[in-house]
């Protein structure tokens, strides 16, 4: 396979998501978010460019697969500035329409809105991240995504063509947004998403230090915390008690508005009613 690859980078036992393939049209983004975990292992991550010859070797995947399920993308965003010229998500998105294939977008940007005319003929469901509704806190954690209020109303204009929506509550970072996470989930609930995925902070030592630079003091007491928790897969996770809190929040306030909720590699199961990514969305 050229174009697409089998899910699951980091061969965790923590991750639920179902069989998939994750595809992207570029490598490294454009969005600059201080907590990416990409960055660390992709070279010149803030240098995106397009991937050579993307369409064809997506096509001649697709035809040795049967209505394979294809995440876009897992690590750099499809609709970052780049695609405002190139188009090559719209045209990947017109290439896996063709093979029948189910797919979820994974975005921070409301550019996904572009592509309506697609979108609404094809197996699809967009998963749209929100991190905060604060948008000064917004320009410093995703300096280049779209704004809040821009994503929230992408949200509510994808539901009202009635393709079903995720919102991605991710990451959770104590002392920076932790205490916004029931006003985040009331307002996905009110742009009518049907599921919301939520996940905390996991420290690499590139994305800590962007953070720190920006949110010194947070991230004085957040190293505190780190110490207590544990490396998993490469990554530091704070305390597992910290993390099960967290996540059981999330869910309650998901649970308030009847929307389905998953908890995204944490290793609480048992929290999860519903797909991961919410794949179960896609019909």
């Known amino acids: 396979m050229q174009a697409l690859t089998l899910f699951d980078p980091w061969k965790s036992k923590l991750c639920t998501c179902p069989l998939k393939y994750s595809f992207s049209p570029y490598i490294g983004c454009s969005h600059s978010c201080l907590y990416c975990y990409a960055s660390s292992y992709i070279k010149d991550f803030d240098k995106p460019r397009a991937k050579k010859e993307i369409l064809k070797k997506l096509e001649n995947d697709l035809k040795k697969l049967k209505n394979p399920y294809v995440s876009i993308s897992n690590s750099s965003d499809p609709y970052q500035h780049l695609e405002k010229k190139l188009k090559l998500t719209r045209d990947s998105l017109k290439i896996l329409s063709r093979h029948n294939a189910k797919v979820m977008i994974i975005t921070k940007s409301n550019l996904v809105l572009r592509d309506l005319d697609i979108l609404k003929r094809i197996r699809v469901a967009v998963s749209i991240t929100i991190t905060t509704l604060d948008e000064k806190k917004a320009k410093k954690l995703e300096p280049n995504a779209s704004l809040p209020e821009e994503r929230i109303d992408a949200l ?13 509550i991710d990451p959770i970072i104590p002392f920076i947004n932790e205490n916004e996470i029931e006003e985040l989930v009331k307002k996905v609930a009110e742009a ?9 902070y996991k420290a690499k030592f590139d994305n800590f230090k962007r953070l720190k630079a920006v949110f010194p003091e947070e991230m004085k007491k957040l190293k505190e915390i780190f110490k ?28 308030k508005y009847n929307l389905t909720f998953a908890a995204c590699r944490e290793g609480f199961f048992d929290l999860n009613t519903a ?5 179960h969305l896609i019909k």
């Open 275 to 279: 797909t991961c990514d919410g794949s």
């Open 192 to 200: 009518n998403v049907k599921h919301v995925v939520s996940s905390t």
């Open 156 to 168: 509510k204009k994808l539901n009202k063509e009635k393709i079903p929506t995720i919102a991605r």
């Open 228 to 255: 207590l928790g544990e490396r998993i897969s490469g990554y530091y996770y704070l305390p597992k008690e910290l993390r099960f809190k967290l996540m059981k929040k999330v869910k309650n306030e998901a649970e």
